[in-house]
């Protein structure tokens, strides 16, 4: 135990010193700009609704307080038009948790701003934590250290984490399962299937992104069944998928009985540009328009992860290490081998939203970055670690 305690200390210090600049980039970031966007307004809107307010005089408060002069034509329609604004209204109804929240810190005297700002903060620093705590079992403190400085270094997971929505939640829920599942497999206690099931519960009363969770979980048994010694591990995989899918049905009950958007009914809603227009469209003509929706979203998402060659390399190297650690020939299944397939299908689960909703935004692809940064660092440190095994060796003295 003695020998464990300045390991520990080291890393609380490192982590604080990583809290501290985090939080500054964070603060920086949402001092420098304006948080709301449209979505923002309807969290405002069912704040007001949780404190008392009855629909209209929410929509009059949101209105009146928040008088943004929208540009674009999608935005000037969705809030002069009371048609389109209850149609939005309804998509957010499902979504009460951040508006709860920010409705209770505001009932212990938190002034409305910080009570909205609290929630993402808090989220934010648990991805923090959940990244550095990953990357120090997986490699060492100084590899976590660097892994969460890139992180909070990368300019559009900032910029995105710093708005008044609940993407930054969803990403902390998102890592916060993926650490639960790790747990559970490499310790074989349900108190953390338990744990789990529970994190997907209050996850969907933030937003759906956690249905995600059963393709990454079947992706994780499929890269467990090619490999031997991972009979144990399919088996506890089993059980999460049983419990995910559970979830996830009660959860497509309720959207269906409270009579809310399926993703197809999404899909022609963008098509109408966000009930801009009302045109009616064939299955064919929806479907053309959902394909090149969804190549767009790849374009655009692809032009963003290479605006700096950093960028390149992050999104060259990661990838490589992605595909070298599936083809690796395994004889025994190892808790940091677990690992590194939890974050393979991690991120392979958080590019498939890009499907589910073709209208491009970065903000759903924080996991992806994570495991992209997480593959980046393991292929380097392998590739460098006999350089810096002999940087390290002390140097023998020769005699003049």
Known sequence: MMKKLPSNKKSIFLFLLLFIFASLQFLTILNSKWPYVSDSLFYKHNYYQFQGDTYEEARARVLKNHPIPWKDKVQQNIFNSEETYLIVYKTFTKRPLYPFMATLLTSIGISEHFSFVIPIFVA???????????????????????????????????????????DTIGAFFWMLQIFLIFLYLTKNKNIYLKL??????????????SMLMAPLILTLIFLLKTRNSAKTFITLNTNLLKVTITAAVIFMFFIILLNQQTVWGNIIYIQNQYNLNDANFTFFETFLFYVSSVINAHS????NLIRSPIQILVLGVGLFGMAKTINLKIEKIEDKIVLDFIMISSAFASYLSIFLVPDFAYRFFTPLIISLIYFTLKYSITYFSQDIELLLKPRSKTIE
């Open 124 to 166: 934010f620093m648990g991805i923090i934590l959940f990244n550095f705590y990953l990357c120090k079992t997986r490699f060492n403190k100084f590899i976590a250290t660097i892994s969460t400085l890139m992180l909070v270094s990368f300019a559009p997971f900032l910029w995105w984490a710093t708005f008044f929505m609940t």
């Open 196 to 209: 789990f099931l529970v994190s997907l519960i209050i996850s969907f009363l933030n937003r759906e992104q």
């Open 300 to 303: 655009v998402f692809i032009s």
